[in-house]
């Protein structure tokens, strides 16, 4: 689920339509999490759908590191890509806010950790990076938990509206986490290593 604090608008004819924050959501806010109503299809059901139900799996979903096509049932599918991207996902099945992100802001996505199964050729934004790529995660991994540890310890410090959504157990090691008593997880977990 995306933070309530969103909504769905159209960005430009290039992008087309992207969430975008209806108030400021600080660093540190968790802005999604894999929920109850998340849909998650193996590859034997993939293949077995018809070329109209690929298009639009291919189109709106992720893999997660079982290699399983996850499709967010709410807005949470049109977060667009970026190469400085405002959310990182992490290895608890949730995304942060790795920045403030200002009202009328996109929430945004590097879609290098998502496992695409294809190159991606993103909107040139005067970055290094032009195209994401299958193996970014195990290319980036290591600057992403960077940017996540600078954040991780404001969870506990912010107003989490999505905080029920996490487990207790995953909430327990966050809480531990931000104690000290356990190191982060890599979001290289989360990485498709394929059969």
């Known amino acids: 689920m995306i933070h309530p604090d969103t909504e769905l608008r159209f960005i430009n004819k290039t992008i087309g339509y992207g969430v975008v924050a209806t108030r400021d959501i600080p660093a540190g806010t968790i802005t999604w999490v894999l929920d109850a109503l998340d849909r ?19 189109t709106y979903t992720y893999r997660n590191n079982k290699g399983h096509y996850v499709l967010c049932w709410d807005l949470g599918r049109y977060v667009n890509h970026s190469f400085r991207s ?8 949730f995304e ?12 945004t996505d590097d879609y290098g950790y998502l496992n695409l199964q294809e190159p991606f050729t993103g909107v040139d934004e005067g970055t290094d990076r032009k195209v994401v790529f299958p193996d970014d995660l195990l290319r980036y991994h290591e600057v992403w938990d960077a940017e996540l540890r600078k954040v991780f310890n404001l969870i506990s410090e912010k107003k989490q ?3 029920a959504l996490v487990n207790d157990s995953t909430w327990k090691t966050v809480e531990d986490i931000i104690g000290g008593k356990k190191e982060m997880d890599s979001i290289l977990l989360n990485y498709y290593r394929g059969k």
């Open 40 to 58: 998650e299809f193996t590859s034997a059901q993939y293949e077995k759908m018809p070329p109209i139900y690929k298009t639009i799996l291919d």
């Open 86 to 93: 405002n959310c990182l996902s992490t290895a608890y099945e």
């Open 96 to 107: 942060i806010a790795i920045r403030d992100i200002k009202k009328g802001e996109q929430l």
């Open 161 to 163: 509206p999505l905080r």
